[in-house]
């Protein structure tokens, strides 16, 4: 098969048919690396320069900006616009800092991640939510130079462009966040008044950040990109009904707003875990790909899930970390050989990580992983397991 550019790829992939090889990604949602494998990757391949921005973090402690370099070594497909992150309300001696939604966060021992230490309504009733003092979404902070950075990309290469996730938390896991798991799971059956306050409250702040982030990029993006984990390693988080009741109707009425902002992209939504038994209302509600597609989790077995509902949804991810990428470099190779022989046949796969990769993945896996991706991610797949 003639070799086509990376937007072409990326396109072809998400309209269920088949492109020359599986497109990569690296940067998208859940689909980073953390900054001791960052820096590793880079002195591996010799590249001791610095890239602009390339030291700024998400809120998770991710790498967000990757020098073009390590990109175009690994062969990915994609470049993400990141809307800008706002400053924390405050800094704390021991390094914690207040979001701007009123949580605290603090960086994990490990320091690859960052972990939720305060929820601001834990002790707030409806009327304390309704009166909470939420920040701007409009604030035209958020998107300086975006327009430009996103015209640029559009213009002057061949990459397809995703329009990174706009807001830290989804309507779920924010409403969860900052009330505390166990009350909201308790409001969930009884106190409900309180839980469409607070989910309006998330929805409308939600709502205004990617609105004011699409209205400014929305016309250069491929793939619009939102995140809310609903899953755990062995079932949904909440009951489909519970899904159906509370976060559907809102995860549409942000679908709506990204159709009106970018119609001609695709939508991600990044949902960690076993989330098999929504994934029919994805479908319903407008949702095109689902990521990180955890393979280890209950019901998320790919050959499955490709046979039930690969011709009405792709996959994003797929890649095991929690074995398979800790292992041999037969393991690696394994898996993904597995992965494309199960999701990619018939285009409606991209190629990724099922999570951020973090430094308890050795780095020569991480080489061997995108090499195996190129290998045997060529169309046709006929290789054999």
């Known amino acids: 098969m003639v070799k086509i550019k990376p937007r072409e790829r990326v396109i072809t992939a998400y309209n269920h048919r088949e492109p020359d090889r599986v497109p990569i990604c690296i940067g998208g949602v859940a689909q980073k690396f953390t900054k001791p494998v960052y820096y590793s990757v880079k002195e591996r391949l010799g590249i001791t320069s610095s890239f602009e921005k390339e030291?700024?973090?998400?809120?998770?402690n991710s790498i967000i900006h990757y020098d073009p370099k390590v990109l175009d070594y690994f062969n990915v497909d994609f470049r993400e616009i990141h809307i800008n992150k706002m400053p924390p309300l405050e800094v704390f001696e021991d390094g914690s800092w207040k979001h701007e939604l009123g949580m605290t966060l603090k960086v994990s021992l490990s320091g690859e991640t960052a972990n939720f230490i305060t929820h601001p309504f834990r002790e707030l009733d409806a009327g304390g939510i309704k009166k909470f003092k939420w920040p701007d979404p409009s604030d035209k902070r958020r998107i300086e130079g975006l327009k430009d950075e996103a015209s640029r990309l559009y213009n002057e290469t061949d990459f397809a462009i995703g329009a990174y996730k706009a807001t830290l938390l989804g309507i779920f896991d924010c409403a969860w966040t900052m009330r505390s798991m166990d009350k909201f799971f308790v409001d969930l059956v009884f106190d409900k008044n309180l839980v469409n306050v607070l989910l309006d409250k998330i929805l409308e702040f939600n709502y205004g950040v990617y609105d004011l982030f699409l209205s400014e990029v929305g016309q250069y993006v491929n793939v619009v990109e939102f995140n809310d984990d609903l899953g755990s390693q062995s079932n949904l988080m909440i009951s489909p009904d519970q899904y159906r009741e509370f976060i559907k109707p809102r995860h549409k009425t942000m679908i709506d707003m990204f159709r009106k902002r970018a119609p001609q992209a695709k939508v991600l939504i990044h949902s960690c875990g076993s989330i098999h038994d929504i994934i029919p209302d994805f479908i319903e509600i407008g949702i095109d790909i689902i990521n990180p597609v955890q393979p280890l989790a209950a019901k998320m077995n790919t050959s499955d899930?490709?046979?039930?509902?690969?011709?009405?949804?792709?996959?994003?991810?797929?890649?095991d970390l929690q074995k398979a990428m800790r292992g041999t470099f037969e393991d690696v190779e394994r898996e993904v050989k597995e992965r494309i022989a199960s999701l990619a046949p018939g285009g409606g796969y991209v190629l990724s990580s099922a999570n951020n990769i973090a430094s308890d993945i050795p780095v020569d896996n991480v080489f061997k992983l995108y090499e195996a991706a190129v290998r045997y991610g060529t169309y046709p797949i006929n290789f054999k397991l």
């Open 55 to 60: 030291d700024m973090l998400d809120e998770l």
């Open 305 to 319: 899930l490709k046979k039930e509902f690969g011709n009405d949804i792709c996959f994003q991810g797929g890649i």
